[in-house]
């Protein structure tokens, strides 16, 4: 009974977490979205100010992959590599790290390109997104062995945005009301 118990008090914290990063992102996207409405640039212009934006959220995937290599340097355990060996607590925490940050980072930037092409003014949401995706990452890696509940909002400011500027997307496309 009391792991009932211990488990329920986790799950309200996670959603705890979850909400407070969703409706973060719901005001953040909103704010965005109000100071949206400079001339349409060229498709091609706005698409190359998602790549470079994107810079910003490709870089935590690079920072994923060098956390599990150092790990893995400084571990006798794990120098050999994942096929030869079972791997640390420590590197199997930055493997988790690292799959969730690719899985994330793909995500956010077909989600970012496709904005950029739907968008007549991308710039002031797509900023947002990625300040948004940046801090997230942060959160989530810092909250991490912290378990579910430590994690739950840094993954969810990375994730909730990501997931209704697609809505937003999607809806436009839709519509019609694509730029």
């Known amino acids: 009974m009391a792991d009932d118990a211990a488990f329920r008090r986790e799950q309200r914290q996670v959603a705890a977490g979850m909400a407070a990063a969703a409706l973060t992102g719901i005001v953040a996207i909103g704010l965005a979205l109000a100071h949206s409405g400079s001339p349409a640039q060229p498709a091609a212009e706005r698409l190359a100010l998602a790549l470079r934006l994107d810079l910003f959220v490709v870089v935590w995937l690079l920072a994923a992959i060098g956390n599990v290599a150092r790990l893995r340097f400084f571990s006798v355990q794990d ?40 968008l007549a003014d991308p710039a002031p949401l797509l900023t947002t997104l ?5 801090l997230g990452r942060l959160l989530f890696w810092l909250g991490y062995a912290r378990g579910a509940a430590g994690r739950a909002f840094g993954f969810a400011l990375t994730f909730y945005p990501t997931a209704f500027a697609l809505l937003i997307g999607l809806f436009l496309v839709l519509t019609g009301r694509a730029a």
């Open 79 to 118: 120098i050999a590599g994942a096929a030869t060996t079972v791997a640390s607590e420590a590197v199997r925490r930055g493997n988790a790290i690292l799959q969730n940050t690719l899985e994330q980072v793909v995500l956010a930037v077909a989600v970012h390109l496709g904005l950029a092409a739907t």
């Open 130 to 134: 990625v300040a948004l995706f940046g």
